[in-house]
């Protein structure tokens, strides 16, 4: 089987994976390509700042070119075309290029402006920084092989940096041209480059032992509990249900599965009782026919005269209540399996229950159980005839086994709405409302000893539960302590 890393290895992973994810990114913004991310932003800053000139009057330009200047240290110049005097200029402390440029410099760049629909933006580098004559040379003769680079002598002032400027042609509302020049010095950014190689090498180091801190810790935080749960839940799986999966981590969603197993062992655990006692009270009803069948045989085979009609008639009931236990217990399989198909038709529910009554005839003759079925007319419903028979029998067998000194049991018929309403009562201790709610589970039984059925299996509770709820009907049990109980089911009325 494949080894799967734990939840602790894979946060571990996961937060080292981001932090390596977050150091790459930076190193390439801050490093690899800060020097084109530094000139694309200079371009952005000096293109928006052409764009923004106003067309008002010159005075505008002039105070627009002041706030460039402290604002964004760009230097401007407005020259006054077609012989390029100089009408306005605004420098910052640092030496401004455009004073450098001579006449025919500035008029390239003013045909420039002019060729290109009023505005014209490129790169140059003093030829201080060119290598060679050879290159100073190459600038000088063709500067169409270099669209970006402008090379200018430098006889006044020593520049070691490379410049953006951009020339735009501006009217203003008087009618009148300026040729508005531009200049933002791009600052080597080589040995910044240099500092923060240094320090993201401390930083990768620290990042990368502090989330490892980070990691562990936080996947002993979290998985601590889920380990805790899953030694807990192997108990559980050897079979101690009396687990307890309690936990104290704040995690919502930790709490929320140990109150789930605390749940769900409880359940397990209430089931193997139940399953405990189910095999018991099974073995019970099993033994009880068995030894009646067993000893009436024994009896008729070694006594002479006592091969009688009665002892044969035993025999053969008890042999129908064994059957009547396994086809109790099949039909619980079949109905929690859900594969029983109902077979619905117009049925008489009052001649049903008067059908299963006289079934008790012999019992009411012989132990002195009085059953007393009260109704006012013959009321139809559409359902399953047999399984209709189940639920009566049933519930009727319960009331029997579980009734008072008295011995007696009312059934009564009643008219709702349009539907009709069967209920069973006994006068028996009755019911808890604790008991209530899980009197229709299967397995269950109140805490009554088991007697045995004197007809029935005493499994019929469930299998009334599952085939009402087949039919969709409505059913409970109204009991009080002491007061007996009263079974009741509701079906609609058909006429």
């Not at 970006?148 to 501006?170: G, H, Q, T, W």
């Not at 070694?302 to 025999?315: A, F, R, V």
Request: glycine content about 4%; overall charge negative; some cysteine.
């Amino acid at each position: 089987m494949k080894h799967k890393l734990s939840i602790r290895w894979r946060l571990f992973i996961a937060l080292e994976a981001f932090t390596l994810f977050v150091l790459i990114l930076l190193w390439l913004l801050q490093v690899v390509f800060l020097d084109d991310i530094y000139k694309k932003i200079k371009i952005n800053e000096i293109e928006s700042s052409t764009e923004s000139l106003p067309h008002t009057s010159l005075e505008d330009l002039k105070e627009k070119l002041v706030t460039y200047t402290y604002e964004k240290e760009i230097c401007g110049m407005i020259y006054l075309p077609p012989l390029l005097e100089v009408a306005y200029e605004s420098h910052t402390d640092s030496p401004c290029a455009l004073e450098l440029f001579s006449y025919p410099q500035l008029t390239e760049i003013y045909q420039y402006a002019k060729n290109s629909q009023g505005y014209y933006l490129l790169r140059y580098v003093t030829t201080n920084d060119m290598e060679n004559d050879q290159e100073k040379n190459d600038y000088t003769q063709n500067y169409d092989e270099y669209p970006y680079r402008f090379p200018i002598n430098v006889n006044k002032i020593k520049l070691e940096m490379d410049c953006m400027i951009s020339a735009s042609i501006i009217t203003i509302s008087s009618g009148e041209s300026y040729l508005v020049v531009l200049n933002s010095v791009l600052s080597p950014v080589s040995s910044t480059i240099d500092t923060l190689k240094r320090e993201y090498l401390i930083i990768s180091v620290v990042l990368f032992f502090v989330s490892a801190v980070l990691a562990f810790a936080i996947s002993f935080y979290i998985s601590g509990p889920i380990r805790s749960i899953t030694r807990t839940a192997k108990q559980l799986a050897e079979g101690n249900y009396n687990v307890d999966f309690t936990s104290k981590d704040p995690a919502s969603e930790i709490d929320e599965l140990a109150k789930t197993l605390n749940y769900a062992a409880k359940e397990l655990n209430q089931t193997e009782n139940l399953r405990r006692e189910l095999i018991s009270n099974v073995s019970h009803d099993l033994k009880t026919p068995l030894t009646l069948i067993s000893g009436y045989s024994e009896v008729m085979r070694d006594l002479p005269g006592e091969n009688s009609p009665e002892n044969l008639q035993i025999i053969i009931d008890e042999t129908k209540r064994l059957t009547s236990l396994v086809n109790d217990m099949l039909d619980i399989s079949k109905l929690e399996a859900g594969i029983i198909v109902l077979e619905k038709s117009k049925l008489s529910i009052t001649g049903l229950v008067s059908e299963l009554l006289e079934r008790y005839t012999k019992l009411k003759e012989q132990e002195g159980y009085t059953i007393h079925f009260d109704y006012t007319e013959n009321v139809f419903v559409y359902a399953d005839e047999i399984k209709m028979s189940q639920v009566v029998y049933n519930l009727v067998n319960n009331a029997v086994n579980y009734t008072g000194k008295d011995k007696a049991v009312f059934i009564r018929q009643k008219i709702v709405n349009g539907m009709v309403r069967i209920e069973v009562e006994d006068t028996g201790k009755g019911i808890t409302q604790e008991e209530i709610s899980a009197i229709w589970d299967r397995y269950y039984r109140t805490e009554s000893a088991h007697q045995r059925a004197p007809v029935g299996t005493g499994l019929g509770l469930s299998i009334v539960k599952k085939i009402l709820q087949l039919h969709d009907a409505h059913f409970g049990v109204n009991s009080t302590p002491g007061h007996g109980s009263v079974f009741w089911f509701m079906l609609p009325i058909v006429p």
